[in-house]
């Protein structure tokens, strides 16, 4: 197993909503924002998920010299020909708020029904043991759902008061902490992401 129990492991970023729901699901594990290191988010360069993701992970395992777990995620929106995308946190630009980035989706989307709002969430994980591993870990998570037209709900963050989940007939930003931990796309991911390491071998 290449993750023992009751470790600490860096995750690089500094948003505590992450942080909460990364705890919950890696419960057995201390899980810390690079944040309180003091360490500079890097600069995502990358045109996927899967790149911005091993840059993070690598950078905050370099500067800690600890186990690192990064994420990227986003909003695919289908009508958008897949924006926001990698860009989902910065769509309506660098020191975008949420609120920001609601509107300029919801305004991008206004004169279509809800039928063609089909939209996912796609979450990346990446663990690395040290900033050279030459093997990471990388697990991927998908949340199927629509753009509603309003925002509704205060659980949650980004584009979770805009995300209609049809199977539970709300917002992700309506859902309970638990239930959105177990539909969601990071929680998807972080479920494979535990499998994994549990693999012999790794």
Same mark, same amino acid.
């Given at each position: !197993?290449?993750?023992?129990?009751?470790?600490?492991?860096?995750?690089?970023?500094?948003?505590? %909503?992450?942080?909460?729901?990364?705890?919950?699901?890696?419960?057995?594990?201390?899980?810390?924002?690079?944040?309180?290191?003091?360490?500079?988010?890097?600069?995502?360069?990358?045109?996927?998920?899967?790149? +911005?993701?091993?840059?993070?992970?690598?950078?905050?395992?370099?500067?800690?010299? !600890?186990? =690192?777990?990064?994420?990227?995620?986003?909003?695919?929106?289908?009508?958008?020909?897949?924006?926001?995308?990698?860009?989902?946190?910065?769509? =309506?630009?660098?020191?975008?708020?949420?609120?920001?980035?609601?509107?300029?989706?919801?305004?991008?989307?206004?004169?279509?029904?809800?039928?063609?709002?089909?939209?996912?969430?796609?979450?990346?994980?990446?663990?690395?043991?040290? =900033?050279?591993?030459?093997?990471?870990?990388?697990?991927?998570?998908?949340?199927? %759902?629509?753009?509603?037209?309003?925002?509704?709900?205060?659980?949650?963050?980004?584009?979770?008061?805009?995300?209609?989940?049809?199977?539970?007939?709300?917002?992700?930003?309506?859902?309970?902490?638990?239930?959105?931990?177990?539909?969601?796309?990071?929680?998807?991911?972080? +479920?494979?992401? !535990?499998?994994?390491?549990?693999?012999?071998?790794?």
């Amino acid at each position: !197993m290449r993750v023992a129990t009751r470790q600490t492991i860096v995750l690089a970023s500094g948003n505590q %909503g992450k942080v909460r729901e990364f705890q919950v699901i890696l419960q057995d594990n201390t899980i810390r924002p690079q944040s309180e290191f003091g360490i500079i988010e890097c600069e995502e360069t990358g045109t996927t998920f899967v790149e +911005n993701a091993i840059l993070k992970a690598r950078n905050a395992a370099l500067h800690c010299q !600890m186990p =690192a777990i990064a994420d990227d995620s986003g909003l695919v929106v289908d009508a958008l020909g897949g924006a926001p995308g990698v860009i989902s946190a910065r769509y =309506a630009g660098v020191n975008a708020s949420d609120q920001d980035n609601n509107t300029k989706l919801l305004l991008a989307l206004k004169d279509l029904p809800i039928e063609q709002r089909s939209a996912r969430f796609i979450c990346v994980l990446v663990y690395l043991r040290h =900033a050279n591993d030459p093997c990471p870990i990388i697990a991927q998570g998908s949340w199927e %759902g629509h753009i509603v037209d309003r925002a509704a709900g205060d659980n949650g963050f980004g584009y979770d008061p805009i995300f209609w989940v049809p199977e539970q007939q709300c917002t992700s930003a309506q859902l309970p902490a638990a239930v959105k931990n177990a539909l969601s796309h990071r929680g998807q991911a972080l +479920n494979v992401l !535990m499998r994994l390491l549990k693999k012999p071998g790794l």
